[in-house]
């Protein structure tokens, strides 16, 4: 079977596919490269590289070659990720529960569209995948067609005929009791000063861990956001308590001068890579001993929600929500980061009802 290959490099990580025989599949690699050199998160990468080895072993089960893709195999590669057995011993219809998640085949299965896509481009690829699995779809604000609609593009929409239709997940938040306790916890000043940030700015965890020290602004209790995921959340202003920008001042005094020479804020404490820049690794690794410490189940994406959940329940407008998460639009803001507790909930029910004049019938 393949396997998906872990390498240092500069102080991160890399991951290389390779086949039984221990080789690099290329076609795999050139596009990884390809991601890497346009500046993909390193855990990106990996995910990748995973998913696209689960599709060379697809490959391998079915006995088929990458270049023979076309719309029948993706869509038996599909029923392959809700029943992986081999197709000689039990019919892909034969299997009533899915092994993944219908988000999880969504995303190996768009990963495959776009390494198909990018071999499409540069040539080494005859079909277009991306456009034989895509179909137009007009939509009307009212009921009729406008008029001089043959002119416009404005409500014509694009959708992948080969989708899983997911369920709608609950986002977990962490209660203000289960803060308590995790911050309870006897931590090194480091991981406090890493859970008080993430917390008190809902900053992503790939932001946290490109903050340099001239980004604190200690006077003005602030953090500038300069590298992020999406063009709105590039350099974007940021605020914590006092509390937190004095337990920075001591982690910088006491800790950051003494056992590192980098700019990063945030850098390894042991093992190999000791002073080096704190990877997406270490600060799984720290969030997965709390999770063991602590007895709860929470990410470090977690902190992102019950950020902005805490903040418009106590007033702050989504407008000026959506400037400090970092998004381009306030329905991500107010759809996907804004989550009512059960107490925020009853709270506004109670409102509601003592507003009831209750005239008599």
Request: proline fraction near 2%; hydrophobic fraction near 40%.
């Amino acid at each position: 079977m393949n396997q998906v290959i872990k390498i240092p490099y500069e102080g991160e990580s890399r991951w290389i596919v390779v086949d039984k025989h221990q080789q690099m599949i290329k076609p795999i690699m050139k596009y990884i490269k390809y991601l890497d050199q346009i500046g993909r998160a390193a855990n990106t990468l990996k995910s990748y590289a995973y998913q696209l080895k689960i599709y060379w072993d697809f490959l391998m089960d079915i006995q088929q070659n990458y270049e023979s893709m076309d719309l029948n195999l993706l869509a038996k590669f599909m029923a392959w990720l809700r029943n992986p057995l081999p197709v000689d011993k039990v019919s892909y219809m034969q299997s009533t529960t899915a092994k993944r998640r219908e988000r999880t085949i969504n995303l190996m299965v768009q990963c495959v569209i776009n390494f198909y896509d990018y071999l499409h481009r540069i040539g080494e690829f005859e079909k277009n995948i991306k456009v034989a699995l895509t179909k137009q779809i007009k939509r009307f604000r009212h009921s009729y067609r406008p008029f001089l609609d043959h002119t416009s593009q404005n409500h014509t929409l694009r959708k992948n005929i080969l989708k899983v239709k997911e369920p709608r997940r609950a986002i977990k938040t962490l209660t203000k009791q289960q803060l308590l306790y995790i911050e309870s916890q006897d931590l090194h000043i480091r991981d406090q000063l890493i859970i008080r940030i993430l917390l008190e700015t809902g900053i992503r965890a790939s932001e946290l861990l490109r903050l340099e020290l001239d980004d604190f602004d200690i006077g003005n209790k602030s953090i500038l956001i300069r590298v992020s995921k999406t063009k709105a959340g590039e350099n974007r202003l940021v605020y914590i308590t006092a509390e937190t920008m004095n337990l920075f001042q001591n982690y910088l005094l006491d800790f950051h001068c003494i056992h590192t020479w980098i700019d990063r804020v945030f850098f390894n404490r042991s093992g190999k890579y000791k002073g080096e820049a704190m990877t997406y690794e270490s600060l799984q690794a720290l969030i997965k001993r709390l999770n063991k410490r602590t007895g709860l189940s929470f990410t470090a994406h977690m902190f992102r929600h019950t950020c902005a959940t805490q903040l418009y329940e106590r007033g702050m407008s989504i407008a000026a929500l959506r400037k400090l998460i970092g998004h381009a639009h306030i329905q991500t803001t107010l759809h996907m980061y804004v989550h009512p507790s059960e107490d925020q909930i009853r709270s506004d029910w109670q409102q509601a009802m003592s507003n009831d004049p209750k005239e008599p019938l």
